[in-house]
């Protein structure tokens, strides 16, 4: 991938980093006056301080992507790392991640397949679980069998490589 998309994804994540500040307020201090700089300019993007940091930082990796989530989901394994709040926090990280509209998933499933989702499926459900790589859809085939459709996230490989 090209230098462009890897400063875009570098200054993504730190416009995301400081929206939900992350980075305590004494550890600036520490910080190259260019990175200052930025916090300040996207102080005004800045999530609600009263929210704890440790919810901050769930939020944060959320908004990041599926490799921060997985990131996340380590570290809740580790509180001995990041602490016992911060552990318990990123334990929703395991099992309550936020799905990918329906929409999405079906136009994904069809380009993938090189389908219409009618003619394959008589009922495809609503999410019915949902992770950091994929989520996942009851479906009814036409020929009556229920199955579990896999759905990978948007753009996932790329956010992988």
Do not use: C, W
Request: a positive charge; hydrophobic letters at 50%; aromatic letters at 8%.
């Amino acid at each position: 991938m090209g230098f462009l998309f890897h400063i875009f994804r570098l200054l993504r994540a730190g416009h995301i980093i400081a929206k939900y500040r992350i980075i305590p307020a004494d550890a600036l201090k520490n910080m190259p006056f260019g990175a200052k700089l930025g916090l300040f300019m996207l102080a005004p993007f800045a999530s609600r301080k009263d929210t704890a940091l440790d919810r901050r930082i769930g939020l944060a990796l959320v908004k990041l992507g599926p490799t921060y989530i997985k990131l996340g989901q380590f570290l809740a394994t580790r509180p001995d790392l990041v602490g016992e709040a911060l552990a318990a926090n990123l334990k929703q990280l395991q099992d309550d991640v936020p799905a990918f509209g329906h929409d999405i998933a079906v136009k994904q499933l069809e380009a993938a397949l090189d389908i219409k989702l009618d003619d394959v499926f008589s009922d495809f459900s609503q999410p019915i679980a949902a992770a950091s790589i994929a989520q996942v859809h009851k479906a009814t085939l036409k020929d009556g069998r229920k199955v579990a459709v896999k759905i990978l996230r948007p753009d996932v490989g790329k956010r992988f490589a």
